[in-house]
């Protein structure tokens, strides 16, 4: 099995190929509590929040009954808890201007603490020829979850829809991989399991759950649009305090983390640095940030078929951020595609989602 990620905008070298597996990591707990009591196989399904109305839970809980209403109540009590955390991590964010892709970094910055300031001596942050020109961007608010998708969350989606776990194979073969720990960084597929799964969100919560446009990711990421080269707290490299450390000498990948190890970046939104790319709603066009409208840019309206990387022509959607599994190099500006070739599961192209709405939710 091969899994790697493509930068098809690549002005010198491709990304490396991904092949080894992630090693051993922790979990984290619930934010929500969970009660199932009863008799008889009839569970009372108890979910507690302090930021989620005990209305709306109630409602949550109606759409599980009506969606899913052969699911057992073990099964409805966990959608219902995914559903209830997955509103509870989102995060507000006010809308405003900025100017997207490449901006720019000083010529003598310093490649892991860069600050931006107008001067003369200036070059590329990027050296991947799709992330230009920077382009005047106006967002509307929305709100954008605090934490990649974890592997529990997705997997409660799958049992939802009677449909395999994704790396079923591979979890039957190594049951007790590290990979599929629960607070891990769920994998995709393809980018429609990204996909399905926030509309699904949305079908359940009753909010505009989706995937987040590749606009509204930059902008959260660089702390709503400012000149910041990393999704870090303090907006410099700092490893393994603030980011996941690799090591090129040693040859050695480094593995998916807990989505909530590391600090967040200012607006309290983990893991946008170097965990898993993310995939979001455009497709991509590596001449789109030529073309891109000023306001609330979704990409492009249509597929645009490319040959890339000697592949046949194809359509491709777009990953923003980094992976653990590489070096960092200005990830905020970055854009990438997946290409899982024939392996049928990737652990490092995940999921965040969003709500495209200008009201607060929580």
């Known amino acids: 099995m091969i899994l790697g990620v493509m930068d098809p905008g690549n002005k010198d070298e491709s990304m490396p190929t991904l092949t080894r597996l992630f090693q051993s990591v922790s979990f984290i707990s619930l934010t929500s509590v969970l009660i199932l009591s009863g008799c008889n196989g009839e569970a009372d399904i108890v979910v507690t929040s302090d930021v989620v109305s005990a209305e709306k839970i109630a409602q949550i809980r109606a759409n599980i009954q009506t969606l899913h209403p052969d699911a057992d109540s073990e099964l409805q009590a966990k959608v219902l808890d995914t559903a209830v955390r997955a509103v509870e991590d989102m995060v507000f964010i006010e809308g405003g201007k900025f100017m997207m892709g490449d901006f720019g970094m000083p010529c003598d910055a310093d490649p892991e603490r860069p600050v931006w300031r107008e001067t003369e001596n200036m070059c590329n942050a990027s050296r991947w020829a799709d992330t230009s020109p920077a382009h005047p961007v106006e967002l509307d608010s929305y709100s954008l979850s605090k934490y990649e998708t974890r592997v529990k969350d997705m997997d409660v989606y799958f049992l ?28 995709t597929r393809t980018w429609d399991d990204a996909k399905n799964y926030c509309v699904w969100l949305g079908k359940v919560t009753g909010y505009a759950f989706d995937l987040p446009t590749e606009a509204q990711w930059e902008f959260a990421a660089r702390n709503r649009g400012q000149n910041i080269y990393y999704a870090t707290d303090n907006g410099f490299l700092e490893s393994p305090r603030n980011t996941k450390p690799y090591d090129r000498d040693s040859g050695k990948l480094k593995n998916t983390y807990p989505v909530d190890l590391l600090p967040p970046n200012p607006l309290g939104i983990f893991g946008m640095q170097n965990n898993a790319a993310e995939w979001v709603n455009d497709w991509y066009d590596p001449e789109y940030y030529a073309y891109s409208p000023g306001e609330n840019p979704s990409g492009p309206g249509n597929a645009i078929e490319l040959t890339l990387n000697n592949n046949q022509p194809q359509s491709y959607h777009l990953l923003r951020g980094g992976v653990a599994t590489e070096k960092n190099s200005n990830v905020l500006i ?20 969003s709500i495209k709405s200008s009201m607060k939710v929580n």
Not at 334 to 353: E, K
């Open 334 to 353: 970055r854009r990438a595609i997946g290409d899982l070739g024939d392996s049928p599961y990737n652990p490092w192209f995940g999921v965040r989602c």
């Open 160 to 187: 939802a829809h009677k449909e395999p776990l994704t790396g079923a194979d591979w979890r039957e073969e190594q049951p007790d991989h590290e990979a599929f720990r629960p607070n891990l960084p769920a994998g």
